[in-house]
């Protein structure tokens, strides 16, 4: 079970806005920045969001990431087909002295 | 372009050692945390640790009786230590860059990452 709680699955349709949702504690989002991750299929993570809503180049701006106390969500509009893959949430926890991870949501692009 | 490439064995037999080299290229080695990220298959990530570039490590505490971590400057080159294996250690092991950051939040967060190599404990 992980210290971050993330929906297993989420889902929608072309062109969809899509949200997903990750919920820690005050020892973790909410004291440090989440980032997220996307992993396609069986490929290595790759960042996607950094410091809760900093885009690295090349990750268009249809995708952003927002932060609010121990929460935080990561949203990606004009949904594609190319966006199907398993986004994590991470932060640094200061209980654990290290990162944690979400559990990870599949996002289906139906 | 930083790159990072894992090695080591792809098959280590119950109660050895498990031992993974991360060469990277284009960067430096300076500023950075070079952590070690697994994946057991079909499941979540799990952050391992890591080793800053001045050699002070970081431990998972639920691993940390079992790992040893060290850094090679002059190859471009960190290693990953996991001793006492058992099926349970089977899984995807990523090396990665780690930046860090003091603000008004905490950052860290893993901006390059190798492809990943895949050991089995049987």
């Known amino acids: 079970q992980s210290v971050l709680t993330q929906p297993p699955s989420a889902s929608g349709t072309p062109g969809q806005r899509v949200t997903i949702s990750c919920s820690g504690s005050s020892s973790n989002i909410g004291s440090s920045a989440v980032n997220w991750y996307q992993q396609l299929p069986g490929t290595a993570p790759k960042v996607l969001i950094y410091s809760n809503n900093e885009r690295p180049s090349g990750v268009p701006d249809r995708i952003s990431g927002s932060k609010s106390g121990s929460s935080a969500s990561l949203a990606i509009s004009g949904l594609q087909s190319e966006d199907e893959a398993v986004y994590y949430c991470a932060t640094w926890d200061d209980n654990l002295n290290g990162v944690i991870f979400g559990g990870g949501t599949k996002l289906t692009v139906l | 372009q930083v790159q990072l490439q894992e090695s080591g064995p792809g098959l280590v037999k119950p109660s050895e050692t498990l031992s993974l080299t991360c060469t990277f290229s284009?960067?430096?080695?300076?500023?950075?945390?070079w952590t070690w990220i697994r994946q057991i298959p079909g499941k979540g990530l799990e952050w391992i640790g890591f080793?800053?570039?001045?050699?002070?490590?970081n431990y998972n505490p639920s691993l940390k009786s079992r790992v040893t971590m060290s850094l090679d400057p002059s190859k471009k080159q960190f290693s990953l230590r996991l001793s006492s294996v058992t099926a349970a250690d089977t899984a995807v092991y990523y090396c990665?860059?780690?930046?860090?950051?003091?603000?008004?939040?905490?950052?860290?967060?893993?901006?390059?990452w190798g492809k990943g190599t895949t050991v089995t404990v049987s």
């Open positions: 990665a860059r780690g930046y860090s950051s003091s603000g008004l939040d905490y950052l860290y967060y893993m901006d390059v």
């Open positions: 080793i800053y570039y001045t050699g002070s490590s």
């Open positions: 284009g960067g430096s080695i300076s500023g950075y945390y």
